[in-house]
C-alpha cells in the first residue's frame, strides 16, 4: 500500500518513491505535488499507475506525475515517462487513446467592454460553426488519397486548403505536422471514422472557450505572445476524434500478443508495449504521428470555423476582430526529443499522457519569437474557473524532460459530480458570473462541473513551485461551447 | 474489494475519478459477454427505435477470453457510432475467436460517448461458480 509515507520528500513540491519500493521498478517515480495535493493523489490509484508504469523496460531517468495526476488505465493521467531510443518500449496506453488531445489559444485586441453585449451571438455563431457533441460528423468529405495526405501533411493540409496561415503554423507545435507519419500503418477501420470526424470538436471534457486575459505576470512574455490584459482570447481543447481511439484500440489490443513475443512482463495489460526498433513499435509511432498529424488539423480546421464566427458576429462592431494564433500544444502523445539524463545527451521517447511540452528559453524547438521567453504550456481550468498561460524553464528541461501539467486534473468520478450538481443549476449558475453557455446535454455539463476538478491555481502554484513552468497570464471564462 | 453479487447475472458501475468502471457479473461467457454489452449501452445511455431489426454477424479473435472482450465490445462501439444497436446476442466461442449473430435495432440517441475499451486490471475471474470481471472505458 502506498501512504505519504512511502514517498521521500525533496521539496515542498517534489516526492519521490524509491527503485527499490517494489521489484520489477526499472527508475524512482518523481510526483510534483504540494503535500495536500498528493494526499488527494492517494485517494485513487494514480501513484500505483505511476510505480506500475516505472516497470516498464528502457525507462530513463524518472517516472514523473505533475500535480493535475488522477486515475487513468494504465498510465496516470499527468504521466510523463522518457524511454530509451531506439531499444526502449512505446507504450500505446501511455499515449493515450486522444492520440494528441491538446490546447490551441488565439489571442485577439478585442477589448472584452466592447463584445460583451455580442457574447451570447458568439458563443451561439462558434457552436453553430464548430461541430460539437457525440457521434457529430464535420462538412469535410475527404477520399482515402485525401485522409492520407492530410495525415501525412497536419496543418500544412489546412494551409493548401485556404484554412490556415503560415503564421498559425509556426506557433504549432512541430508546425503542425510530426515527420515520419505512416498511414499506410493506419487500419481501414481508423480511417473510415476519421473521414467522417475532421472539424469536429467531440464531447466529453473537450471544449471552446472564450476567455479576457484577467491577469499578466510576465508582461515582456505575454506581449511577445499577443496576450493583453483585459482583451479576448479563445481557447481550443480537442484531439484526434475516432481516428485516434481506434488507431489506439488496433495496437493496444496487437501489443497483447507482441508482449509475448518480446518477452516482457507487466503489471498491467493495459501498458503493453513494443520495443520502439521492433516492426510493432516502428508501425505504431508511424501510425501514432499519422493521428498526432490529424489532431493538429482538426484543431487548425476549428480555428478557422472560430475564426469565421467571430467574423460573422463581430465585423463592424469591433475594429480589429483577428484572432492571432499563441500556440497550440499536444498533452498526449509520444515524442523523440533529446535530453540529458546524469549528464549525458539521449534520445528518448517521451510519453505524455495528460503532460505538456514545456521547453525552455533557447531551444530550437520552439519558434523565434518565444526562444528568449520559453514555450508556452496552455492550462486549460475548469469551465467557471481560470485558465493559465505558463512558459517553459531550463529547470524544466533539467529535471522533468521539458514537462509540465496540462490542466486542473479530475477530483471526482463523473457519477459522484451528477449526485452533488444539477446541469440546470450549473447552468444558471455560470450565468450568473456572466458565463454564456451551449453544452451538448445538461448530464454531460454536470459531470464537467467546476467542483469535479481540481483547484487550478494549486496546480499552477505547484510546477511554479517546482521552477516546471513559470507564470504568464491568467485567464477567465466568459463564453463555453463544451460537446 | 468488490461485494458479492446479489444475483447471478448482472453489472454495476464502479467509481473512477475520471473514465468509467463496470463490474459484471455470470455464470457463463456468452452471458457475461451480453451482461457487458448491456451494461456499456447503459453508461452511455444508449436508446434505440423498435424497427426495423438488422441482423449482423461479426467474428472477433483473441488470445483469450479477455481479448475477445475487448475486441467484441469495441465492434459494438463502432456499430453505435454507425447507429446500430445490439439487443439479441447469439454467441459461438471458439479456441481462440468468437463468432456473434446480432439482432440491431437503430440508435435513437446516446448521452455519452465511450472513446475506447480498455485492458485496465481487466482479467475475468470464476468466484463461487460466477464469472466476473472490472472492464474500464476510456471516456
Known sequence: MITLQTFQKISDYEWEIPQTFRSGMRVPVRVFATRRLLEKALQDASIEQAVNVATLPGLVGRVLVMPDMHQGYGFPIGGVAATRYPDGVISPGGIGYDINCGVRLLSSTIAFEQVEPYLDTLVAALDHHCPSGVGTRGALHLSDKELDQACRSGSRWA????????????????????????????????????????????????????????????????????????????????????????????????????????????????????????????????????????????????????????????????????????????????????????????????????????????????????????????????????????????????????????????????????????????????????????????????????????????????????????????????????? | MASTPKTPIGFEEIEHTADWSLRVWAPDLPTFFEQAAKGMYQLMGAESLSAPIEEIELTVTGEDPETLLVAFLSELLYLLEKGKVAHRFYMIFGEKSLSVQLKCLPLKSISKEIKAVTFHNLAIQSLNGLLEATITFDV
Open chain 1, 159 to 483: 494551409l493548401k486548403q485556404g484554412m490556415a496561415t503560415e503564421q498559425d503554423l509556426e506557433f504549432t507545435e512541430e508546425n503542425g505536422c510530426i515527420e515520419g507519419a505512416a498511414p499506410e500503418k493506419v487500419s481501414p477501420r481508423a480511417k473510415e471514422r476519421g473521414r467522417e470526424q475532421l472539424g469536429t470538436l467531440g464531447a466529453g471534457n473537450h471544449f471552446l472557450e472564450v476567455e479576457v486575459v484577467d491577469q499578466i505576470f510576465d508582461a515582456e512574455a505575454a506581449s511577445a505572445m499577443g496576450l493583453f490584459e483585459g482583451c479576448l482570447v479563445l481557447s481550443i481543447h480537442c484531439g484526434s476524434r475516432g481516428f485516434g481511439h481506434q488507431i489506439c484500440s488496433d495496437y493496444v489490443q496487437e501489443f497483447q500478443a507482441a508482449v509475448r513475443r518480446y518477452g516482457i512482463q507487466l503489471p498491467d495489460r493495459e501498458l503493453v508495449c513494443a520495443p520502439l526498433d521492433s516492426p510493432e513499435g516502428q508501425a505504431y509511432l508511424g501510425a501514432m504521428r499519422a493521428a498526432a498529424n490529424y489532431a493538429f488539423l482538426n484543431r487548425q480546421i476549428l480555428a478557422h470555423h472560430a475564426r469565421q464566427a467571430f467574423e460573422e458576429v463581430l465585423r463592424g462592431k469591433v475594429k480589429n476582430w483577428h484572432l492571432r494564433q499563441v500556440y497550440d500544444i499536444a498533452h498526449n502523445i509520444g515524442k523523440i526529443e533529446t535530453h540529458e539524463v546524469n549528464g549525458e545527451k539521449v534520445k528518448v521517447c517521451v510519453h505524455r499522457k495528460g503532460a505538456t511540452r514545456a521547453f525552455g528559453p533557447g531551444s530550437p524547438a520552439i519558434p523565434e519569437a518565444y526562444r528568449s521567453i520559453g514555450q508556452p504550456v496552455l492550462v486549460p481550468g475548469s469551465m467557471g474557473t481560470a485558465s493559465w498561460v505558463l512558459a517553459g524553464t531550463e529547470t524544466s528541461m533539467r529535471i522533468s524532460f521539458g514537462s509540465s501539467c496540462h490542466g486542473a486534473g479530475r477530483v471526482m468520478s463523473r457519477n459522484e459530480a451528477k449526485r452533488q450538481v444539477r446541469g440546470e443549476h450549473l447552468r444558471k449558475e455560470l450565468e450568473a458570473e456572466g458565463i454564456h453557455l451551449r453544452a451538448g446535454s445538461l448530464s454531460g455539463l454536470a459531470e464537467e462541473a467546476p467542483q469535479a476538478y481540481k483547484d487550478v491555481d494549486a496546480v499552477v502554484e505547484t510546477v511554479c513551485g517546482a521552477g516546471i513552468a513559470r507564470k504568464v497570464a491568467r485567464l477567465r471564462p466568459v463564453a463555453v461551447v463544451k460537446g
